[in-house]
Nanobody, 126 residues
Framework: QVQLVESGGGSVQAGGSLRLSCLASGYIDSTYCMGWFRQAPGKEREGVAAIYTGDGSTYYADSVKGRFTISQGSAQNTLYLQMNSLKPEDTAMYYC???????????????????WGQGTQVTVSS
């Protein structure tokens, strides 16, 4: 069983930065895809970024490419999301997710991930 706990959310002005962290307890090995999703009120949950623990390959949604960076800590049980040049449209609840997979293809699909955190709120004001 894997448990995920996010931290690092908050309120920031447009153009600012935040760093989200996700600490996983339980067994995460080199065959997991770990990712970040977000959900704004009235909208569907969308994939933001993902990383495959085995080889470090990454996936980014077009809306965040060049602004967000996903990374792993030295241990495979820590995940980060560095968010720069934040925009009001980035405002959402951000969730950490993980699941055993062969790779992170289809990482924009929430159904592929079996483990979820409770979420951390990110609010960007204009």
């Amino acid at each position: 069983q894997v448990q995920l706990v996010e931290s690092g959310g908050g309120s920031v002005q447009a153009g600012g930065s935040l760093r989200l962290s996700c600490l996983a307890s339980g067994y995460i090995d080199s065959t997991y895809c770990m990712g970040w999703f977000r959900q704004a009120p009235g909208k569907e949950r969308e994939g933001v970024a993902a990383i495959y623990t085995g080889d470090g390959s990454t996936y980014y949604a077009d809306s965040v490419k060049g602004r967000f960076t996903i990374s792993q800590g030295s241990a495979q049980n820590t995940l980060y999301l560095q968010m720069n040049s934040l925009k009001p449209e980035d405002t959402a609840m951000y969730y950490c997710a993980a699941g055993p997979m062969n790779d992170c293809s289809g990482a924009d699909s929430p159904t592929r991930f079996g483990y979820w955190g409770q979420g951390t709120q990110v609010t960007v004001s204009s």
